[in-house]
Every structure is written in structure tokens, then in C-alpha cells.
């Protein structure tokens, strides 16, 4: 198992930062991609960020220009970095990690933490 622990969420004002940190543990796992997902209440899912092996990103349309993922592959650590916030940027974000232990390969989620955006 991978265990994922967020940190960083909060209540912020419109126009504003937050960085977001997630931190990957466990024994004897390979890390394929980190990323950040969200999800507001009544709405599905939605992917932010990933960052893959050989630092190669994806981010969702809405968030291009104004978030940064990153990852410190030694400490198997992701972060994201938002800027301009905007209200609908307010979601619980949860870190995602797709890692491979004994062969097998699997996604892992952290418990999510709140962002809240007020205008």
C-alpha cells in the first residue's frame, strides 16, 4: 500500500496562492505519476493536475497559466502551487498516485483537503 497525507488547503480570498503538498509512503513502491484531482459537492471528479516520470505535465484546461505541479521525486513528494484563484477553483482536492508494487500497478488516493475561495 501507498499511503498519501495533503496538506495546504484553506480559505483564501479570490486572487490569491495556495501551495498544496502531498507526501507518498510505503514499502518497496515505484511511483509512475503524481497528480491532483478535485471535487466540488454534485460534481464529479475532476483531474487538475499530473505530473509523470520524467517531469512531464498535464493540467486541466481551467487551471493552464495559473497552477504548477512539481514533484521532488526524492522525498516522493507532489505539490501544487495555485495562483489567481478563483471561486470555482473551491473544492476538496485530493493527491493521486499511480505507483506500481510487486508487479502490480495502482492508484492511491489521500484523504482530500478543502480549498475555499470566497469573492
Known amino acids: 500500500q501507498v499511503q498519501l497525507v495533503e496538506s495546504g488547503g484553506g480559505l483564501v480570498q479570490a486572487g490569491g496562492s495556495l501551495r498544496l503538498s502531498c507526501a507518498a509512503s510505503?514499502?518497496?513502491?515505484?511511483?509512475?505519476?503524481m497528480g491532483w484531482y478535485r471535487q466540488d459537492p454534485g460534481k464529479q471528479l475532476e483531474l487538475v493536475a499530473v505530473?509523470?516520470?520524467?517531469?512531464?505535465?498535464n493540467y486541466a484546461d481551467s487551471v493552464k497559466g495559473r497552477f504548477i505541479i512539481s514533484r521532488d521525486n526524492a522525498e516522493n513528494k507532489v505539490y501544487l502551487q495555485m495562483n489567481s484563484l478563483k471561486p470555482e477553483d473551491t473544492a476538496v482536492y485530493y493527491c493521486?498516485?499511480?505507483?506500481?508494487?510487486?508487479?502490480?500497478?495502482?492508484?492511491?488516493w489521500g484523504r482530500g483537503t478543502q480549498v475555499t475561495v470566497s469573492s
Open positions: 493521486n498516485c499511480n505507483a506500481v508494487i510487486r508487479g502490480l500497478t495502482g492508484d492511491y
Open positions: 505530473i509523470r516520470n520524467g517531469g512531464i505535465t
Open positions: 510505503g514499502i518497496r513502491f515505484s511511483i509512475n505519476a
